[in-house]
């Protein structure tokens, strides 16, 4: 398996347009996590999601934040509009069963 | 609420030496604990996963041990290298189903 891939590795976008990341898990997995990392807050878990479910969002910081998982193979994490504070590196990590957790490379979003 | 905390938050060591991390989490209930390395601008990588029901694991130099009931895991690396140098993360998967993360230990290793 190729791991938890994340698109795109780099996104650099102007305050106030609309930014999507995407994250495939590895096959097999039930449960897909987003977080977001800076240098001020660590690692924040944003989101997570148990067969394709959105389990809590409590760690979304504002409703301009959005996630989706269509399908076991595929996830979605969304900011409409994109703020200079959103700029941090974005990763979708998954896992099975509560074993085991595997991350993707991280999306750096910038926004200016 | 899950809360990790990791001491020190930096660490510089000469090499050869052998060092400890320092992982505490305020909820005894968890499924497992598992030790990370991130080298900077780059993602996270597993380096040993310890289950509720275990003591300790060990991948070549490394160790990491896990007192649930006091809530403390220790990440024992022998034998230091200028190659350790990177942070190393700590992740408690919680009984509520979320992983949290400790703010990590940014080790360096002097060669």
């Not at chain 1, 878990?45 to 934040?65: A, H, K, Q």
């Not at chain 1, 399908?71 to 700029?87: G, M, V, W």
């Not at chain 1, 990763?91 to 200016?112: N, Y």
């Not at chain 2, 809530?71 to 140098?85: E, F, W």
Request: hydrophobic share 35%; charged share 20%; net charge neutral.
């Amino acid at each position: 398996d190729a791991g938890v891939i994340q698109s795109p590795r780099h996104e650099v976008t102007e305050m106030g347009q609309e930014v999507t990341l995407r994250c495939k898990p590895i096959s097999g997995h039930n449960s897909l996590f987003w977080y977001r990392q800076t240098m001020m807050r660590g690692l924040e878990l944003l989101i997570y999601f148990n067969n394709n479910v959105p389990i809590d969002d409590s760690g979304m910081p504002e409703d301009r934040f959005s996630a989706k998982m269509p399908n076991a193979s595929f996830s979605t994490l969304k900011i409409q509009p994109s703020e200079p504070r959103d700029s941090a590196v974005y990763f979708c990590a998954s896992s099975i069963d509560r074993r085991e957790a595997f991350f993707g490379q991280g999306t750096r979003l910038t926004v200016v | 609420k899950q809360e990790v905390t990791q001491i020190p938050a930096a660490l510089s060591v000469p090499e050869g030496e052998n060092l400890v991390l320092n992982c505490s989490f305020t909820d005894s209930a968890i499924y497992n604990l598992q030790w990370f390395r991130q080298d900077p601008g780059k993602g996270l990588t597993s380096l040993l996963l310890i289950q509720s029901s275990q003591r300790e694991q060990t991948s070549g130099r490394l160790n990491a041990s896990l007192d649930k009931s006091s809530g403390r895991s220790t990440l024992y690396i022998a034998a230091s290298q200028p190659g350790d140098s990177a942070t190393y993360l700590c992740a408690v998967y919680s009984s509520a189903s979320k992983i949290i993360f400790g703010s990590g230990t940014r080790l360096s290793i002097r060669p």
